[in-house]
């Protein structure tokens, strides 16, 4: 097959939101209008006791929160969609930003109730960053929400990004009754989707002003169309505006017509950027990175997959590849594509695609893996932790499966693991962006790896990446310790914020960095 007419019909994007703006609901529902399931996970209502099929972590179905980043492969309408759902979380924000390096494009999902909130806005300067262009959900219209004008306005005064809604959102006196695609001024109104379990009946009109009696849907139409409020898909693409649809994904309203809107808005793979400034095309030989490690998505098997992104190629089962980072050849024997815990071997795969290698175990986070001329892609950033314990096993005659499960969630980028010169293993300590990092390392230490442990609370409140040269100079400063990641990075951990700012500022020639490309 042709890997450029393959690529074509590739959509491979991330839904980003704050916490409980519906992103998970979202992402199940386009499953369901896929026809990837035959019906919806009830995330919210009490009456149909399911799980999302993108939280497949047991600690995720108890919390009702997704803390790991699921990949899904489905077809829609002659496309082929990689829709990587990621971790809602504040804390596990470095999860999201490491994912968002194999993503083409973004759905970003907005509570109509609370407007653009602090994790949006986060993870969007992320994808500004990057250039990855978004196309906007404003989620939740069934329920009381501010004036749609009023939405538009927090976007764009949050995110300072124009917004281009496509859709329209028809409220006669509070009550959502459908939507207005402004394109061709069809009226979408929707029926029962027995609690959105199902895609419900949709009917289609033309629109009218006479549909809302209070007259607003249509002063505010015009008010648009006079604003030259339409999609600009080069501005899009350049990630300066945004397309903006309205709806309910809990009770799927709007979401076929927002479904259908990425698979014609969205980009297909391009040309990749390479380390050395270079960019590899789709059509060279296979090149790919590594953007995700996971372990234990079978329980019974205690496997470990490499998700890796297709960036140019063909990607073919039991071709041997070399990895960038230390010239080792892989041999990609076990290859799946995964759909939550569910997986399927794949033979082949085009730009777009992601594959899981399974028990590839020298790859890490960040890796090329490519065949023929050497390649070798920027890797996602290493954010500094902010919060700091120091672990030690609370069985002693577990050490070894102890030690077994921190190299694992090290590597999966669950939890950093920083020692010190001194100490080695006896005391490691744990690090972490979030909090609630420590909770799920010590779950799955325990039920995974059948290790439990004990935390106690480190003396430290800041760190930052620094090098070689800056140790010497750092171990005789006070209040500040010198620890190793396990890829033997020096991080300078410090008592407090204020003694890090202190440290930088006295002394300048030292290195010390908050985000560390590896």
């Not at 505006?241 to 709007?254: I, R």
Request: charged content about 30%; glycine content about 8%; some cysteine.
């Amino acid at each position: 097959m042709d890997p450029q007419r393959e690529a074509a019909r590739r959509r491979t994007f991330a839904i980003i939101s704050h916490p409980d703006a519906g992103k998970t609901t979202l992402t199940e529902k386009f499953l369901l209008y896929s026809g990837a399931i035959q019906e919806a996970g009830a995330v919210k209502s009490r009456k149909v006791e399911r799980s999302t099929a993108s939280d497949w972590l047991e600690l995720e179905q108890k919390r009702g929160i997704s803390v790991s980043s699921a990949v899904m492969r489905f077809e829609h309408d002659g496309h082929v969609f990689n829709l990587l759902d990621t971790p809602g979380h504040r804390d596990f924000s470095e999860d999201t930003y490491r994912v968002l390096s194999g993503v083409d494009a973004a759905v970003m999902v907005i509570d109509a109730v609370n407007g653009v909130e602090p994790q949006t806005e986060k993870l969007y300067a992320v994808c500004r960053r990057r250039g990855t262009p978004i196309i906007t959900f404003v989620n939740k219209m069934d329920r009381p929400a501010p004036e749609p004008l009023e939405i538009l306005d927090d976007i764009e005064t949050k995110l300072g990004i124009d917004t281009h809604p496509v859709t329209w959102p028809v409220v006669p006196e509070g009550r959502f009754a459908g939507v207005v695609d402004r394109r061709d001024r069809s009226f979408h109104v929707y029926g029962d989707s027995a609690h959105g379990s199902h895609t419900g009946t949709e009917s289609t009109e033309a629109w009218r002003d006479e549909l809302d009696a209070t007259g607003m849907a249509g002063e505010e139409l015009a008010l648009l169309d006079e604003l030259g409020k339409d999609v600009d898909v080069k501005r899009f693409l350049a990630g300066e505006a945004t397309p903006v649809f309205f709806g309910s994904a809990l009770a799927n309203f709007g979401v076929r017509l927002l479904l259908d809107a990425v698979a014609e808005l969205a980009p297909s793979p391009g040309p990749r950027a390479t380390r050395d400034g270079d960019h590899r095309a789709i059509d060279e030989p296979f090149a790919g990175f590594v953007f995700k490690v996971q372990a234990n998505l079978d329980p019974r098997h205690r496997d470990r997959l490499a998700f890796v992104r297709v960036c140019s190629g063909t990607f073919e089962r039991g071709t041997a590849l070399t990895c960038a980072r230390n010239g080792k050849r892989v041999v990609a024997k076990y290859a799946h594509q995964v759909f939550g815990r569910e997986r399927e071997t794949v033979d082949v795969a085009f730009p777009g695609d992601i594959v899981g290698l399974v028990n590839a175990t020298d790859l890490r986070i960040g890796d090329t893996l490519y065949d023929g001329k050497k390649v070798e892609f920027p890797p996602p950033p290493t954010f500094t932790p902010e919060h700091f314990a120091v672990c030690t096993p609370a069985d002693r005659s577990k050490v070894k499966q102890f030690r077994r499960g921190l190299e694992q969630l090290d590597q999966e980028g669950v939890i950093q693991v920083l020692r010190h010169p001194d100490l080695g293993d006896q005391e490691p300590l744990l690090a972490a962006v979030g909090q609630l990092q420590f909770d799920v390392a010590t779950w799955r230490l325990e039920h995974e790896f059948g290790a439990p442990v004990r935390l106690r609370a480190a003396s430290y409140e800041s760190a930052r990446a620094t090098d070689d040269a800056s140790v010497p100079k750092l171990r005789t400063l006070r209040d500040v310790s010198v620890y190793y990641r396990s890829d033997d990075v020096p991080m300078a951990l410090f008592r407090s914020r204020w003694v890090a700012e202190r440290v930088a500022s006295d002394h300048p020639e030292l290195t010390l960095d908050q985000v560390l490309f590896t």
